[in-house]
T-cell receptor, first 113, second 114 residues
Framework: AQSVTQLDSHVSVSEGTPVLLRCNYSSSYSPSLFWYVQHPNKGLQLLLKYTSAATLVKGINGFEAEFKKSETSFHLTKPSAHMSDAAEYFCVVSDQDDYKLSFGAGTTVTVRA | DGGITQSPKYLFRKEGQNVTLSCEQNLNHDAMYWYRQDPGQGLRLIYYSQIVNDFQKGDIAEGYSVSREKKESFPLTVTSAQKNPTAFYLC?????????????FGPGTRLTVL
C-alpha cells in the first residue's frame, strides 16, 4: 500500500525568496507522484507529475520537483515565491498499476510581502 | 468552456436528512470520483466510477451512495447513516480510470450539518 508524508504542515516565506515543500512517500511498486495546489474554497489543480520519465519534473507557474528513489522523496521547489502562490499544496502518490491516489495531509504556504 | 461543475457551493443539512450533491462534467471523461476533505487531512476517496452504470466503493463509502446513469453526471447522496458528514466534498474526473491520466477537480461543495 502506498502512503505520503508531507513533512511541514505550514511554510511561510517572503515574496521573492525560494519555496521548498517536502514530501516523502512509501510505495510497493514503481510509483507515480503528483503535486496539486488548492486555493481557498476551490478545487485542486495539478502542478506537475512524475511517471518514471525524467527525475526532474517541471510544472506550471515555475514549480519543479525532483524524484529521488534512494531517499523516497519528491520535494517541490520554486526559486522565487509570488503572492499568488499562497495556497495549500498536496503531494500525491499512486502505484502505477492502480487507479487510486493517496494524498498527503497538505502544506499551507503563506507568502509575506 | 470545458470543466467540472458542482452544486450547490454551500449546503446545510439538518441531522437525519439525506442530501444530494451534484457533479457534472463536459470533458467527455469516462471516469469520475468523489472525495471528502477534512481540515488538516488530505482527500479521501468515497466512490469512483470508471464507466456509465458502474461504480465502486472507495475508502470511506459508508453512509454515502452514488449513481452513474449518464456519462456526464455522478451525483453523491449523503445519507443519515453518515455519522459525521460536515466536510468539503470534491468531485473529479479523468479520461480513464488509471492514474496516468490526470484527474480534474470541480470547485467543491461545503456541507454543514446543523
Amino acid at each position: 500500500a502506498q502512503s505520503v508524508t508531507q513533512l511541514d504542515s505550514h511554510v511561510s516565506v517572503s515574496e521573492g525568496t525560494p519555496v521548498l515543500l517536502r514530501c516523502n512517500y512509501s510505495s510497493s511498486y514503481s510509483p507515480s507522484l503528483f503535486w496539486y495546489v488548492q486555493h481557498p474554497n476551490k478545487g485542486l489543480q495539478l502542478l506537475l507529475k512524475y511517471t518514471s520519465a525524467a527525475t526532474l519534473v517541471k510544472g506550471i507557474n515555475g514549480f519543479e520537483a525532483e524524484f529521488k528513489k534512494s531517499e523516497t522523496s519528491f520535494h517541490l521547489t520554486k526559486p522565487s515565491a509570488h503572492m499568488s502562490d499562497a495556497a495549500e499544496y498536496f503531494c500525491v502518490v499512486s502505484d502505477q498499476d492502480d487507479y487510486k491516489l493517496s494524498f498527503g495531509a497538505g502544506t499551507t504556504v503563506t507568502v509575506r510581502a | 468552456d470545458g470543466g467540472i461543475t458542482q452544486s450547490p457551493k454551500y449546503l446545510f443539512r439538518k441531522e437525519g436528512q439525506n442530501v444530494t450533491l451534484s457533479c457534472e462534467q463536459n470533458l467527455n471523461h469516462d471516469a469520475m470520483y468523489w472525495y471528502r476533505q477534512d481540515p488538516g487531512q488530505g482527500l479521501r476517496l468515497i466512490y469512483y466510477s470508471q464507466i456509465v452504470n458502474d461504480f465502486q466503493k472507495g475508502d470511506i463509502a459508508e453512509g454515502y451512495s452514488v449513481s452513474r446513469e449518464k456519462k456526464e453526471s455522478f451525483p453523491l447522496t449523503v445519507t443519515s447513516a453518515q455519522k459525521n458528514p460536515t466536510a468539503f466534498y470534491l468531485c473529479a474526473s479523468s479520461t480513464e480510470g488509471h492514474i496516468i491520466y490526470e484527474q480534474f477537480f470541480g470547485p467543491g461543495t461545503r456541507l454543514t450539518v446543523l
